[in-house]
């Protein structure tokens, strides 16, 4: 799994790097000065607030850290992208094979 970002402090930190690590999650950099790369990490982020994050009382970092995975994978393998002509990542990508 990858985690997409810019380069922000906050995405560059090494608690940032530390908590990818314990995800299993690789950290992948947009290039700098690429705001096509960009608007894609802020959409991802919008989504996850929007249809997840949302959804649930959230009383501190450790309970997101434990549903990120989750929501993550149901990103990935379940939840329609209109992009995508409304499949999922997983499903568009093996439709495509």
Same mark, same amino acid.
């Given at each position: 799994?990858?985690?997409?970002?810019?380069?922000?402090?906050?995405?560059?930190?090494?608690?940032?790097?530390?908590?990818? &690590?314990?995800?299993?999650?690789?950290?992948?950099?947009?290039?700098?000065?690429?705001?096509?790369?960009?608007?894609?990490?802020? &959409?991802?982020?919008?989504?996850?607030?929007?249809?997840?994050?949302?959804?649930?009382?959230?009383?501190?970092?450790?309970?997101?850290? &434990?549903?990120?995975?989750?929501?993550?994978?149901?990103?990935?393998?379940?939840?329609?992208?209109?992009?995508?002509?409304?499949?999922?990542?997983?499903?568009?990508?093996?439709?495509?094979?």
């Amino acid at each position: 799994m990858e985690w997409l970002s810019d380069n922000g402090s906050a995405y560059i930190a090494r608690q940032t790097a530390q908590v990818a &690590a314990a995800l299993g999650i690789d950290l992948l950099f947009t290039p700098v000065r690429s705001p096509q790369s960009n608007g894609m990490s802020e &959409a991802f982020v919008k989504t996850l607030k929007r249809d997840y994050a949302s959804t649930v009382i959230l009383p501190d970092a450790d309970t997101i850290l &434990a549903l990120l995975p989750e929501w993550i994978e149901d990103y990935c393998e379940v939840h329609p992208h209109s992009g995508l002509k409304f499949r999922s990542p997983r499903e568009f990508l093996h439709l495509s094979a």
